[in-house]
């Protein structure tokens, strides 16, 4: 199978591939959303299908923030951006432990579980467009010299 060379056919492959992904995507959320009904949100949850959502998801978020990473107009501070998100992350996720902790259901070490977790579910994002942005850094002063 030959590579395909021509700019009008590659765009056409990828809006082609844009619009198989769309496709599926529904058909599981149809799917999902039939177990949701039958079984409830914890049937929902054991269906396998409910992984392949979660982790093409997640995929496809990461592959976002790298074009739009490389689309941004500006170049920003990478470190600077860093720290404010850092931050803005850990006020969030001390705000939920705090939360969480003064529930009659759940106690401190539910509280600060979650406060964790959620911190770790925001910082991986910004490590990752920190990295981004110091790599287009990088390539931008190769650049230059």
């Known amino acids: 199978m030959k ?3 021509d700019e009008r056919l590659v765009l056409r492959n990828l809006q082609n591939t844009r ?6 995507t529904f058909g599981i959320l149809c799917i999902l959303g039939y177990d949701l009904f039958t079984s409830g949100i914890d049937g929902m949850r054991d269906n396998p299908v409910w992984l392949v959502f979660m982790v093409s998801a997640i995929v496809s978020a990461y592959l976002s ?5 490389e689309h941004e107009k500006k170049i920003r501070n990478p ?3 860093f720290i404010i998100s850092t931050v803005i992350t850990l006020v969030i996720s001390i705000i939920f432990a705090y939360f969480v902790s003064i ?3 759940s106690g401190l070490s539910v509280g600060i579980l979650t406060g964790l977790i959620i ?3 925001f910082l991986i994002p910004n490590i990752y ?3 981004l942005r110091m790599k287009q850094l990088i390539d931008l002063d190769d650049l230059e010299e």
Do not use: D, H
């Open 79 to 81: 470190k600077k951006s």
């Open 129 to 131: 467009i920190y990295r």
């Open 103 to 105: 529930t009659p259901e």
């Open 65 to 69: 923030m790298s074009i739009s990473v």
């Open 19 to 24: 619009i198989v992904y769309i496709v599926q």
């Open 119 to 121: 911190l770790i579910c």
């Open 3 to 5: 590579k395909i060379t």
